[in-house]
């Protein structure tokens, strides 16, 4: 009786172990969302056949990019994004990298002007955002966090960009560039943003199909993030030779799925105010194109996926290299004897909108007096915040300043 039961609770236990072992795939399980932005790949990358749905697209993502199948998704212009998710938590693992995004990246062999230093190519940042499935519901419903890359509080990073798509008139009469005879019309699909810019997603010979989704019967897409520099150089002068550099670490298909620069740590995430938060692991990954930039023949630049995987099940959660910073650099070059700087960062008070246009935007959780120092360490303003949302007109020239309360300072670009 004894051994009857024992085979029977191991038969039991073997059953559950594998349950729980086959229930962990290390790669991508379900794609939940997926759109991209206009671009040149778009309705190609997946393809798009009439009558399909948004659902026939999501199915289509997953095709490509789940399951280790490395097909590979485009998502367009600035803001286009995909939602993926694994069928278990990705532990958060101090100083480990957790998870890895493959993108299709790569450095250029060559570059005209010889500048080794400088990691580039073809690398197409996309923004990481996380979730914990809070409420336990399997569905990524719950609080999103950005993970804080290396351009984060960069000056020239705008976080709250917005940018705004127009469904194009595909049979309007186009306008070719005269110079670039391959840009067939360069007034293709208009785009405005919060910031006060706008242009055009041009079309080119290389792809004749619609570059709006056409399962969207919108007339505008709109999108919302968190938006990097431009990280393109014109090496040839002339528009014949782009490069992209690559940024330092936490974007996707920004550098070589080699490189352990492409895995990420959920010990970046930050809130949308830029407050650090620590998450136990997660269960889904948003990832969307984090540059609105535009590089002549090769057009847009649009982050594209191949795929992700839990690095702790792969064996590839090596050591984070240099512990990258969570909080806004305490080092700020000189300015931690600014008068009434602590050296610390609570999160009270945020800048919103950065690079500053007319007006400095500033949200506080208490009353407190701020003031603004030019970068020789000149006061340039003082003035009293509320508790809130404070919109202080700003008529400063150009240029870089530091604004510091009591206890939290930024540097900002006035434009
Ligand atoms: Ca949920
Ligand atoms: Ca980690
Ligand atoms: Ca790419």
């Given at each position: 009786m004894m051994k009857r039961l024992s085979t029977i609770i191991c038969s039991l236990l073997v059953t559950t172990l594998c349950s729980f072992v086959t229930a962990?795939?290390?790669?991508?399980?379900?794609?939940y969302d997926f759109l991209p932005a206009p671009g040149q790949f778009v309705n190609e990358l997946p393809e798009y056949e009439p009558g399909d749905t948004r659902d026939d697209l999501i199915r289509k993502a997953e095709e490509a990019?789940?399951?280790?199948?490395?097909g590979l998704i485009s998502l367009g212009g600035y803001g286009g994004y995909v939602v993926f998710g694994f069928d278990h938590l990705v532990e958060n693992q101090p100083?480990?990298?957790?998870f890895k995004i493959l993108g299709n990246a790569f450095y250029a062999a060559s570059n005209p002007n010889g500048n080794a230093t400088r990691e580039g190519g073809s690398c197409e940042p996309g923004i990481v955002m996380v979730s914990y499935?809070?409420?336990?519901?399997?569905?990524?419903d719950d609080e999103w966090y950005e993970?804080?890359?290396?351009?984060?509080?960069?000056?020239e990073t705008i976080h709250h960009y917005e940018i705004t798509y127009y469904k194009p008139d595909e049979n309007k009469i186009p306008a070719p560039d005269k110079n670039y005879p391959?840009?067939?019309?360069?007034?293709y699909i208009q785009w405005t943003s919060n910031q006060g810019d706008y242009g055009y997603v041009s079309r080119n010979v290389y792809h004749s199909q619609s570059?709006?989704?056409?399962?969207?019967?919108?007339?505008t897409l709109v999108f919302e993030g968190t938006k990097l520099a431009n990280n393109y150089v014109?090496?040839?002068?002339?528009?014949s030779y782009y490069v992209q550099y690559a940024y330092d670490?936490?974007?996707?298909?920004?550098?070589?799925?080699?490189?352990?620069?492409?895995g990420f740590s959920i010990e970046w995430a930050v809130d949308g105010d830029g407050n650090p938060v620590q998450l136990p692991g997660i269960h889904f990954v948003k990832v969307y194109t984090g540059v609105n930039q535009y590089c002549g023949w090769l057009g847009e630049t649009s982050t594209e996926i191949l795929g992700a995987e839990d690095l702790h099940l792969t064996g590839g959660?090596?050591?984070?290299?240099?512990?990258?910073?969570?909080?806004?650099?305490?080092?700020l070059e000189g300015f931690e004897?600014?008068?009434?700087?602590?050296?610390?960062?609570?999160?009270?008070v945020r800048l919103l909108?950065?690079?500053?246009?007319?007006?400095l935007i500033i949200v506080s959780v208490q009353s407190q007096q701020t003031n603004v120092y030019n970068l020789i360490g000149n006061k340039v303003m003082s003035f009293p915040i509320e508790s809130g949302t404070n919109h202080i007109p700003c008529n400063l020239s150009k240029g870089l300043y530091i604004l510091a309360t009591e206890n939290y300072k930024i540097k900002f670009l006035k434009q």
């Amino acid at each position: 009786m004894m051994k009857r039961l024992s085979t029977i609770i191991c038969s039991l236990l073997v059953t559950t172990l594998c349950s729980f072992v086959t229930a962990q795939s290390p790669y991508i399980d379900k794609v939940y969302d997926f759109l991209p932005a206009p671009g040149q790949f778009v309705n190609e990358l997946p393809e798009y056949e009439p009558g399909d749905t948004r659902d026939d697209l999501i199915r289509k993502a997953e095709e490509a990019i789940a399951h280790n199948e490395q097909g590979l998704i485009s998502l367009g212009g600035y803001g286009g994004y995909v939602v993926f998710g694994f069928d278990h938590l990705v532990e958060n693992q101090p100083g480990k990298y957790d998870f890895k995004i493959l993108g299709n990246a790569f450095y250029a062999a060559s570059n005209p002007n010889g500048n080794a230093t400088r990691e580039g190519g073809s690398c197409e940042p996309g923004i990481v955002m996380v979730s914990y499935d809070a409420n336990g519901n399997g569905l990524p419903d719950d609080e999103w966090y950005e993970l804080a890359g290396s351009e984060y509080y960069q000056p020239e990073t705008i976080h709250h960009y917005e940018i705004t798509y127009y469904k194009p008139d595909e049979n309007k009469i186009p306008a070719p560039d005269k110079n670039y005879p391959f840009l067939n019309d360069t007034t293709y699909i208009q785009w405005t943003s919060n910031q006060g810019d706008y242009g055009y997603v041009s079309r080119n010979v290389y792809h004749s199909q619609s570059y709006y989704p056409q399962w969207i019967t919108d007339e505008t897409l709109v999108f919302e993030g968190t938006k990097l520099a431009n990280n393109y150089v014109d090496e040839s002068g002339t528009g014949s030779y782009y490069v992209q550099y690559a940024y330092d670490w936490g974007y996707a298909d920004n550098h070589p799925n080699t490189d352990k620069r492409s895995g990420f740590s959920i010990e970046w995430a930050v809130d949308g105010d830029g407050n650090p938060v620590q998450l136990p692991g997660i269960h889904f990954v948003k990832v969307y194109t984090g540059v609105n930039q535009y590089c002549g023949w090769l057009g847009e630049t649009s982050t594209e996926i191949l795929g992700a995987e839990d690095l702790h099940l792969t064996g590839g959660d090596v050591d984070v290299p240099t512990n990258p910073p969570t909080n806004p650099p305490t080092n700020l070059e000189g300015f931690e004897n600014l008068p009434g700087f602590n050296g610390s960062f609570n999160g009270s008070v945020r800048l919103l909108q950065n690079p500053v246009r007319q007006q400095l935007i500033i949200v506080s959780v208490q009353s407190q007096q701020t003031n603004v120092y030019n970068l020789i360490g000149n006061k340039v303003m003082s003035f009293p915040i509320e508790s809130g949302t404070n919109h202080i007109p700003c008529n400063l020239s150009k240029g870089l300043y530091i604004l510091a309360t009591e206890n939290y300072k930024i540097k900002f670009l006035k434009q």
